[in-house]
């Protein structure tokens, strides 16, 4: 979850999801992000980048999802519950 506070942004991320079994799946992603107000300030900064590892089981109200994440700029550790879908 990103909140941008700047004019401009660039954002690289990918995903990778496995099936485990019936309806349980492991997530492991990454991510690059740059936020600056000018893009001759993205060329001359260093960017952010966070990786997560997620587990979800589907549900019959929807998916429950667990996942872990961390970034670079504070490494601080953080823990996201999620149950249903999204609105």
Known sequence: ????????V?????????????GHYAEA???YMQNKNTFKE?????GM???KVS???NALFGPIT???STCD?????????SVGYYF
């Open 73 to 81: 700029e504070y490494w601080k550790n953080a823990v996201y519950i």
């Open 55 to 57: 587990y979800a089981y």
């Open 66 to 68: 667990v996942t872990y």
């Open 49 to 51: 980048w966070g990786m």
């Open 29 to 31: 992603g990454a991510a």
């Open 42 to 46: 993205m060329i001359r900064s260093k």
């Open 10 to 22: 660039l954002k690289l991320s990918g995903d990778i999801r496995y099936n485990i079994g019936r």
């Open 1 to 8: 979850f990103t909140e941008i506070a700047q004019n401009s």
